[in-house]
């Protein structure tokens, strides 16, 4: 029933792979071509890019409209079924992710948001169906797609194992996988949202905050020689720090003062993702600091001093 709309995205890539390998192949982005029967050959090339283009087109509305009845189905379904996720649903959930970003159609795109922001939130998952569910969420999180269908897949991880975290306590392992993984994603946004859906986590106990965790992400983020792990690793002490908004675990003064050595790391990603995560803390535990700052020694609040409260560094 949806395959003119994985043929969308198919024929999309191909043709942007195909225009890529040709502008690629010579400097100056254009194929050379024989002198004679330029005319021709100029001819035939935009004859064959107008018949790509009226294709894709004809493809794209194909698939608009089936995606339309689709989704009235699901949301139908989703609302009358006591299973509340079928399994023939499952393979789905890459296409509501593309196309809740997807501005071609802003009806279409609102739908695919509701599903995924609203629907999914609330939704059921059974124990049978979450293992292809985390199956779903590695494909989408590990493959060359759009970095859009990324964040969103993301938004929908964390709410949906948030909602149902006791089906998917099985698959921990796997999920903190994802996550981990999705913190060395080349895309910023794609970093920063696996953050907020591993802080999420942290927090609702889903995963447990070990000596081994904060170990990993503290050599991560010390890697000089790889900027993108070195980030990860900052998000993932921060995703730490925000688990904890008004408390102050035995571990966390030392997360803070490993996280506080990158207030002036040369990368203005890293510097910027130290400043949110301080400014967080101190708005969060501001309130009840006085018997917060028992948890810490006097050097760590002198750091701590320096970095809030210093007109140096505004937090």
Known sequence: MLSSCWDEVRMVRDLEF????????????????????????????????????????????QARLTLRAAISFVFS???????????????MLPLWCHYSNDIGDEDLQKNCSSLCAGQMEAIYISPENAPAVVVQFQQILSSPCWWKSKVAALNMLRMLVFSNRY??????????????NSLNDNQIEVRERATDA???????????????????????????????QAHGGVLGLSAIILAFPYSVPEFLPGVLMTICRFATDKNAAIREAVKRTLSEFKRTHQDSWREHEQQFNEDQLMVLRDLLISPNYYV
């Not at 591993?198 to 900027?227: C, G, N, R």
């Open 167 to 180: 089906v998917f306590r099985k698959h921990r392992d796997e999920i903190g996988m994802i996550l981990v």
């Open 77 to 91: 379904t989703c609302n009358q079924s006591y299973d509340a996720y079928p399994p023939s649903f499952i393979p």
């Open 18 to 61: 195909t225009t890529s390998a040709s502008n690629g192949s010579n400097g100056n982005g254009s194929l050379s071509v024989p002198a004679t029967n330029g005319t021709s050959s100029d001819s035939m090339h935009h004859s064959a890019s107008n018949a790509s283009l009226a294709e894709v087109s004809e493809v794209k509305k």
């Open 198 to 228: 591993l802080s999420t986590l942290l927090q609702a106990k889903f995963f447990e905050t070990t000596p081994e965790l904060v170990a990993k992400f503290s050599q991560a983020a010390h890697l000089k020689d790889d900027l993108i």
